[in-house]
């Protein structure tokens, strides 16, 4: 059953501890997939999971809707548990050079993606490589903006300005995405009769 | 700051990856609040990056579901038994506090009142000896005036009176049968520094000395009765007393 985000809030805001599960079934596997990027360890990034999804649920009747989406709320929390893993655990740096894609399919593959996601992954793959680079590093491996500067040797400027066009792309691609959806979903209809 | 101006800095894009500082964060959201088609812009880049998370999603292991819920439920149990164990309800502990300020107030209150009866019990006790030792004298007195009063009524005793120059009087009681005497003096001036009176009995014509007399112009004073005793007689002498009168200084005398 899929709730929506105003009922899981209204759940976490009065401390109903359902709102958990409920949270777990829809963002786990998205939750999980950028804590495993990121500490690149199943085992730790499970604890990243556990101690995350503590936090959330003490920190649930804090949460305030219009500073940002529900799932923006958690990814920040989740995001976070798991770059200060890393750097406590003082292995922050390991695999840093390794592809994004090389790192997640050699070590998942076994257990798969979500199939709906598909086709958007093909056409994610239609985002210029250098603007994909940014945002991945910062959002899956839990760079900032001044270690990609650094890490890739380019102004923190320019950081900034591919960070910028890349969500703008991205966002161009998952409304494309939406509409193709539903032309497909209309096409089918219309092939039944 | 326009609109226009904002989207170029690339706040937003950095808001919804959770890049910014708290007051770039605050920034954010005051822009948001002026110009609500950026709320609607900024939502698409959140709802966008949760698309892109979404394709990137890894199933996490079946296990992790149960040790997320079981942990909670442990975290949660371990605090609620930490509130039943250790919260102690605001009302008792202010009744425990108030409890324990009377008790102190109280035991100050007794200690200092044990204390003041001890001091006053201590001034009771000591001027309670001292009552009682008026008391002994006054009884004593009481005693000596009794047997002094019934000595004096008594018809076998006699009234002596010694005379001497200037009318000067000392008068002794005298009792053959209860061989007991008293003196009296009347007007006898104090004797000089350095001097005593001293009584004698005139006894076959010798002067047989009684002791020297204690000055004292209020009280009886006890001397001795001489049996065969012609006359009483005081003479003064030299402090201590003499062996045999000085007749030139005789102050008082009587015939019995």
């Avoid at chain 1, 770059?83 to 592809?99: H, P, T």
Wanted: glycine share 6%.
């Amino acid at each position: 059953m899929k709730f929506a985000e105003s009922q899981i809030v209204e759940m976490l805001h009065q401390n109903d501890k359902r709102a958990i599960a409920i949270i777990y079934d829809q963002y786990a596997p998205s939750l999980y997939g950028v804590v495993f990027r990121i500490v690149q360890s199943e085992e730790v990034a499970q604890d990243v999971m556990q101690d995350a999804f503590v936090k959330v649920w003490k920190k649930g009747t804090t949460y305030n809707s219009s500073k940002g989406t529900l799932f923006t709320w958690l990814l920040n929390i989740t995001r976070n548990t798991a770059i200060d893993k890393l750097r406590s655990a003082g292995f922050r740096n390991s695999g840093k050079n390794q592809s994004i894609d090389n790192l997640v399919y050699n070590k998942v593959s076994s257990r798969g993606t979500n199939p709906d996601e598909i086709g958007v992954k093909d056409l994610l793959n239609d985002l210029d490589e250098k603007y994909r680079e940014v945002v991945d590093m910062i959002y899956f491996r839990g760079f900032t903006q001044k270690e990609v500067s650094e890490e890739l040797n380019i102004p923190l400027g320019t950081v900034k300005t591919r960070l910028r066009i890349a969500l703008r792309e991205l966002r161009g691609i998952f409304e494309v995405t939406g509409t193709v959806v539903l032309l497909f979903l209309i096409n089918s209809i219309l092939l039944l009769f | 700051m326009t609109k226009e101006e904002f989207i170029k800095t690339g706040l937003c894009e950095q808001y919804v990856l959770g890049l910014t500082t708290p007051e770039e964060s605050e920034f954010v959201e005051e822009m948001l609040q002026t110009y609500p088609d950026l709320k609607g812009d900024c939502r698409g880049l959140e709802n966008c990056m949760e698309k892109y998370a979404r394709a990137h999603a890894i199933p996490p292991p079946p296990t992790l579901k149960k040790s997320v819920l079981s942990k909670i439920d442990e975290i949660e149990a371990r605090e609620k038994a930490a509130r039943n164990n250790y919260s102690i309800p605001k009302w008792a502990a202010i009744s425990a506090a108030a409890s324990l300020i009377g008790l102190l107030f109280f035991s100050f209150f007794i200690w200092e009142g044990k204390s003041n009866a001890e001091n006053e019990m201590a001034i009771l006790s000591t001027e309670f000896k001292q009552f009682q030792k008026d008391c002994e004298q006054v009884q004593n007195e009481k005693m000596i005036y009794a047997s002094q009063n019934s000595f004096l009524k008594d018809p076998n005793t006699t009234h002596i009176h010694l005379r001497g120059e200037n009318n000067t009087l000392a008068i002794a009681y005298w009792n053959e049968n209860k061989d007991k005497a008293y003196l009296k003096l009347e007007n006898l001036p104090a004797p000089p520094a350095g001097k005593t009176y001293q009584m004698w009995a005139d006894i076959d014509n010798k002067m047989v000395d009684m002791g020297v007399i204690k000055f004292d112009d209020e009280k009886m004073i006890s001397i001795p009765h001489m049996a065969n005793a012609a006359s009483l007689n005081i003479t003064l002498e030299e402090e201590g007393g003499s062996d045999h009168p000085d007749v030139s200084q005789l102050k008082v005398s009587g015939v019995i």
